[in-house]
Nanobody, 122 residues
Framework: QVQLVESGGGSAQAGNSLRLSCAAS????????MAWFRQAPGKEREFVAG????????LYADSVKGRFTISVDNAKNPVYLQMNSLQAEDTDVYYC???????????????WGQGTQVTVSS
């Protein structure tokens, strides 16, 4: 089992930045890819960004390219999502996920965090 704990959510003005962190209880082959998804009430879960721990290869949704950066600190464990130039449309609950391979499909991730709220006001 892998437990994921997110932190860093909160409120921000449009145009400002927030950074989310996700700490995994342990690293295994089944958690080699880490990703962030987001979901608003009544909407489908949306892939935001993901990264392969070993190579550091990132993958981004088109909606956040150039604004969000995902990174991993393999020495200390956490995966970070730096969110710049925030927009009101970025308001959602953000979830950290871990799985064996990097993909934008939430079904391929076996471990999920509890979620952290991000609210952007315009």
């Amino acid at each position: 089992q892998v437990q994921l704990v997110e932190s860093g959510g909160g409120s921000a003005q449009a145009g400002n930045s927030l950074r989310l962190s996700c700490a995994a209880s342990r690293r295994t082959f089944s958690s080699e890819a880490m990703a962030w998804f987001r979901q608003a009430p009544g909407k489908e879960r949306e892939f935001v960004a993901g990264i392969r721990r070993g190579s550091g290869t990132p993958l981004y949704a088109d909606s956040v390219k150039g604004r969000f950066t995902i990174s991993v600190d393999n020495a200390k464990n956490p995966v970070y999502l730096q969110m710049n130039s925030l927009q009101a449309e970025d308001t959602d609950v953000y979830y950290c996920a871990a799985g064996p391979s990097l993909t934008g499909s939430g079904a391929r991730y076996g471990y999920w965090g509890q979620g952290t709220q991000v609210t952007v006001s315009s």
